[in-house]
Protein backbone atom coordinates (compact mmCIF):
# COMPACT_ATOMS: atom_id res chain seq x y z
CA UNK A 1 0.00 0.00 0.00
CA UNK A 2 1.60 3.17 -1.29
CA UNK A 3 1.29 5.65 1.48
CA UNK A 4 2.78 9.35 1.40
CA UNK A 5 3.10 11.54 4.48
CA UNK A 6 4.16 14.76 5.00
CA UNK A 7 5.60 17.08 8.00
CA UNK A 8 7.19 19.76 8.85
CA UNK A 9 3.85 22.62 8.59
CA UNK A 10 3.07 25.13 11.25
CA UNK A 11 3.00 28.58 12.17
CA UNK A 12 5.42 31.17 10.94
CA UNK A 13 5.44 35.49 10.99
CA UNK A 14 5.33 36.73 7.51
CA UNK A 15 9.31 36.26 5.76
CA UNK A 16 9.61 33.36 7.31
CA UNK A 17 10.50 30.08 6.31
CA UNK A 18 9.49 26.72 6.80
CA UNK A 19 10.59 23.10 5.35
CA UNK A 20 7.76 20.72 4.04
CA UNK A 21 9.15 16.91 3.74
CA UNK A 22 6.85 14.07 1.98
CA UNK A 23 7.96 10.60 2.83
CA UNK A 24 6.89 8.14 0.52
CA UNK A 25 6.71 3.85 1.08
CA UNK A 26 5.09 1.17 -0.30
CA UNK A 27 6.04 2.10 -4.16
CA UNK A 28 7.05 -1.09 -5.86
CA UNK A 29 7.93 0.49 -9.16
CA UNK A 30 11.21 2.83 -9.35
CA UNK A 31 10.66 6.27 -7.24
CA UNK A 32 12.05 7.69 -10.05
CA UNK A 33 9.05 7.09 -12.49
CA UNK A 34 7.09 9.40 -10.42
CA UNK A 35 6.37 12.92 -10.81
CA UNK A 36 6.17 14.80 -7.21
CA UNK A 37 4.29 17.18 -6.81
CA UNK A 38 2.95 20.04 -4.05
CA UNK A 39 -0.41 21.25 -4.34
CA UNK A 40 -1.69 23.79 -1.44
CA UNK A 41 -5.19 24.17 -0.69
CA UNK A 42 -6.05 27.76 0.53
CA UNK A 43 -8.87 28.51 3.28
CA UNK A 44 -12.23 28.69 1.25
CA UNK A 45 -10.25 28.08 -2.24
CA UNK A 46 -9.43 25.18 -4.90
CA UNK A 47 -6.60 23.40 -4.59
CA UNK A 48 -3.94 24.69 -6.65
CA UNK A 49 -0.46 23.37 -7.68
CA UNK A 50 2.39 25.09 -6.23
CA UNK A 51 5.65 22.91 -7.30
CA UNK A 52 6.72 20.20 -9.42
CA UNK A 53 9.69 18.13 -9.87
CA UNK A 54 10.28 15.28 -12.92
CA UNK A 55 13.82 14.21 -12.00
CA UNK A 56 16.41 17.09 -11.80
CA UNK A 57 15.95 20.85 -10.42
CA UNK A 58 16.31 21.47 -13.97
CA UNK A 59 12.84 20.05 -14.38
CA UNK A 60 11.47 21.82 -11.79
CA UNK A 61 8.64 24.33 -12.49
CA UNK A 62 6.76 26.66 -9.82
CA UNK A 63 3.12 28.71 -9.56
CA UNK A 64 4.06 32.29 -10.57
CA UNK A 65 3.47 33.59 -7.09
CA UNK A 66 5.78 30.93 -5.23
CA UNK A 67 8.58 31.19 -7.86
CA UNK A 68 11.93 32.63 -6.59
CA UNK A 69 10.66 32.05 -3.12
CA UNK A 70 9.50 28.17 -2.88
CA UNK A 71 12.05 25.20 -4.00
CA UNK A 72 11.04 21.62 -4.81
CA UNK A 73 13.92 18.42 -4.09
CA UNK A 74 13.42 15.05 -4.46
CA UNK A 75 15.71 12.23 -3.14
CA UNK A 76 15.73 8.67 -4.63
CA UNK A 77 17.61 6.88 -2.32
CA UNK A 78 15.24 8.19 0.56
CA UNK A 79 11.95 7.98 -1.45
CA UNK A 80 11.20 11.47 -0.18
CA UNK A 81 10.22 15.48 -1.41
CA UNK A 82 10.84 18.19 -0.06
CA UNK A 83 9.51 22.00 0.04
CA UNK A 84 11.63 24.79 0.95
CA UNK A 85 9.49 28.40 1.47
CA UNK A 86 11.00 31.12 2.23
CA UNK A 87 9.66 34.60 2.91
CA UNK A 88 6.65 33.71 3.24
CA UNK A 89 3.42 35.03 2.64
CA UNK A 90 0.52 35.38 4.34
CA UNK A 91 -1.36 34.11 1.37
CA UNK A 92 0.93 31.21 1.49
CA UNK A 93 -1.14 30.00 4.34
CA UNK A 94 -2.99 26.64 3.57
CA UNK A 95 -3.21 22.72 3.93
CA UNK A 96 -0.18 21.50 1.85
CA UNK A 97 -0.03 18.07 -0.01
CA UNK A 98 2.10 15.78 -1.71
CA UNK A 99 1.25 14.10 -4.56
CA UNK A 100 2.99 11.15 -6.59
CA UNK A 101 2.12 11.08 -9.52
CA UNK A 102 3.24 7.82 -12.21
CA UNK A 103 5.27 8.86 -15.42
CA UNK A 104 3.24 7.04 -17.42
CA UNK A 105 0.40 4.93 -15.34
CA UNK A 106 -2.31 7.32 -15.16
CA UNK A 107 -3.93 5.30 -12.49
CA UNK A 108 -0.71 5.05 -9.83
CA UNK A 109 -1.59 8.63 -8.63
CA UNK A 110 -0.94 9.07 -4.72
CA UNK A 111 -1.84 11.94 -1.97
CA UNK A 112 -0.55 12.26 1.47
CA UNK A 113 -3.11 14.37 4.06
CA UNK A 114 -1.82 17.28 4.28
CA UNK A 115 -0.08 19.33 6.34
CA UNK A 116 -1.32 22.88 7.54
CA UNK A 117 0.99 25.75 7.20
CA UNK A 118 -0.28 29.20 8.46
CA UNK A 119 1.55 32.27 7.92
CA UNK A 120 0.17 35.13 10.37
CA UNK A 121 2.11 37.64 13.03
Known amino acids: QVRLVESGGGLVQPGGSLRLSCAAS??????????MEWYRQAPGKERELVAA????????DYEDSVKGRFTIERDGASKTSALQMNNLKVEDTGVYYC????????????WGKGTLVTVSS
Open 26 to 35: GISSSFSNYI
Open 53 to 60: IITTPDTA
Open 99 to 110: HAQHTTIHALDF
